[in-house]
């Protein structure tokens, strides 16, 4: 006979664990899987924050990032800024508690969203190494401090020790070791991750000192500091019955109308009378915490029978259109580029977005496969953070799959190409806590085919030209080849001079190749650049 638990005994087991155990017990789901990957886990947990902080505190940022070797599978990572730091009071809080921080509770654009990424990094040095990180951190307002943290897993509170008084410069420095991590110079690596950081982030400055102890400098290539995050409150087009009913518990208003004038933007009085016109004035006049499920239901429904004004953009910072090709130029050199951005689009939950695009060619676009070689890359980034890992699941990359690229003479297996794509938005849908891949959501998706398939338009004169360049090119070679035998066989029949009939013939060639010469299609562009302009037209793809 089986022996049976009862009820009982199994819950002795019961108990509660804290975030910070569950994320010990599930590293992976922060970006802790893989040696490599790891790494540039923590690299990019601390670089977000240094460019949020700059951003928030209107510093242009100078960021260092030191990775050295410490024995097999172990680095030392430093990564310092010269931000806004962190007050001494805060540092535990900030660096070694999970799910706190300053930018959760706030619906605005930043790169960080959860209060997780540094609060993990020191869990990872702690769980591989078994040692705390250095923090060294001043206001501006102080000489600045040192101290060494750690978390205490079983109850996620932080442990602050060795505080001392430090003279350091305005900003943050962090230095922790970490063991099961692996520095790699790929695609997948840190040097690459802080390069397509500094694409995207042409007003920082980066220095990267590599495990050899050689100092790359990637150079800020504008002194135009992006705009400040504003928050926003959600459009009325994207919310659910669930978010209505969030937003009515912690309202303040006294009735359902002033409640949505507050909470929801967009809604004018004007609005407010063409949803009292669908729902009725008694659904208006209610106080907000007593909405039920089906009159925050009828609520949504109403939002949806309604014109509304597109999202204001102002809450969202893109990185724009100029600093677009001026990053591109600056990293990538190409040849040919267009540049696409989209105008703010929203997605569930009512949130904005904005979709930039852009097409490079030529220069150190794409990836060099073998000498003279190339094939295409997409380089996906979200509110200006690269996203290395997890491709295959990313709405950029689902998007940027499903354009026929050969309909602009594109071949992403062949040519050297980057596509380039940054969603920007007060909340990017992550697919998951490591915030490595962007969500599939429709919406996110179609905007992305549209920039993608606008940029295409841009850029396929250029390559179809080029195309027209290089077969002309070729024939013109062959035609030029044959030009000394003609002239000797010319020559033997009429008698006369062979240098002379072949410098004629020879120019007779040049003068119908003149454009190839001049290596210039009639068909290509002008400009090496062009802007993109608007166009929902959308192909039917
Ligand atoms: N370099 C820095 N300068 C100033 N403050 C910082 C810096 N790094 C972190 N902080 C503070 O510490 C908090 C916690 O950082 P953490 O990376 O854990 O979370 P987050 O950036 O808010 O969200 P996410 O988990 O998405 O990264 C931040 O919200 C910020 O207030
Ligand atoms: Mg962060």
């Known amino acids: 006979m089986t022996e049976t638990n009862s009820a009982s005994v199994i819950f002795k087991e019961f108990k509660e664990h804290s975030i910070a155990e569950f994320f010990k017990k599930n590293k992976q789901m922060l970006g802790y899987s893989g040696l490599v990957h790891s790494l540039v886990t923590v690299v990019h947990e601390y670089v977000t924050n240094s460019l949020d902080a700059c951003e928030e505190a209107g510093i242009l940022p100078d960021i260092s990032v030191e990775v050295r070797p410490v024995e097999e599978d172990r680095y030392l990572v430093r990564v310092r800024d010269n931000g806004p730091g962190i007050p001494k009071k805060f540092v535990g809080k900030a660096l070694a508690t999970i799910l706190a921080g300053t930018k959760f509770h706030r619906y605005m654009q930043q790169r960080g969203q959860q209060g997780i990424g540094a609060a993990g990094c020191t869990m990872f040095s702690q769980i591989t190494t078994g040692k705390p990180v250095i923090v060294r951190s001043s206001t501006g307002d102080d000489d600045g401090y040192s101290c060494k943290v750690y978390i205490d897993t079983m109850t996620n509170k932080p442990v602050v020790t060795e505080v001392a008084n430090a003279e350091v410069p ?24 802080l390069k397509r950081t500094a694409l995207a982030n042409p007003h920082a400055q980066i220095e990267f000192i590599d495990p050899n102890g050689k100092t790359n400098l990637l150079m800020r290539a504008t002194d135009i500091i992006p705009k400040r995050p504003v928050p926003v ?25 002033a409640f949505l004038m507050e909470s929801l933007s967009r809604v004018s009085q004007g609005k407010i009378d063409e949803i009292r016109k669908i729902v009725g004035a008694e659904a208006l006049e209610m106080a907000p915490r007593l909405l039920k499920w089906d009159d925050a239901k009828a609520l949504v429904k109403a939002f949806k029978a309604i014109k509304w004004i597109a999202p204001d953009s102002s809450s969202i910072s893109a990185i724009g259109e100029q600093q677009v090709k001026t990053a591109l130029k600056n990293i990538l050199n190409p040849e040919y580029m267009y540049v696409v951005e989209r105008k703010p689009g929203i997605f569930a939950g009512g949130v904005p977005f904005v979709v930039e695009a852009a097409l490079a060619y030529g220069g150190n676009s794409g990836k060099k496969v073998a000498e003279d070689a190339y094939e295409g890359n997409i380089l996906r980034f979200a509110n200006r953070v690269p996203l290395l890992f997890d491709s295959g699941g990313c709405a950029i990359t689902v998007a940027a799959r499903s354009i026929q690229w050969k309909r602009y003479g594109i071949d992403l297996d062949t040519q050297p190409v980057s596509v380039f794509v940054n969603v920007s938005s007060v909340h990017i849908p992550y697919s998951g806590v490591g915030k490595e891949s962007i969500a599939q959501e429709d919406e996110i998706i179609e905007e992305i085919k549209l920039a993608l398939m606008d940029a295409g338009r841009g850029i396929q004169r250029y390559i179809r030209g080029k195309e027209r360049i290089g077969t ?46 001049n290596d210039k299609g009639s068909e290509t562009p002008e400009e090496g650049e062009a802007a993109g302009a608007q166009d929902d037209s959308g192909e039917g793809q």
């Open 472 to 517: 002309e090119a070729g024939k013109y070679k062959t035609i030029m080849r044959y030009t000394k035998q003609l002239s000797k066989d010319v020559s033997a029949l009429t008698g006369e001079d062979q240098g002379k009939i072949e410098s004629e013939l020879a120019a007779l060639v040049s003068s119908h190749y003149k454009d190839i010469l």
């Open 233 to 257: 409150k959600p459009h009325p087009l994207g919310v659910s019955v669930n978010d209505i009913l969030e937003l009515a518990q912690i309202s303040e208003s006294r009735k359902v109308s």
């Open 170 to 193: 305005r900003g943050l420095e962090v230095q922790g070791e970490f063991g099961s991590v692996k520095y790699e110079n790929s695609d997948h690596g840190v040097y690459e991750y």
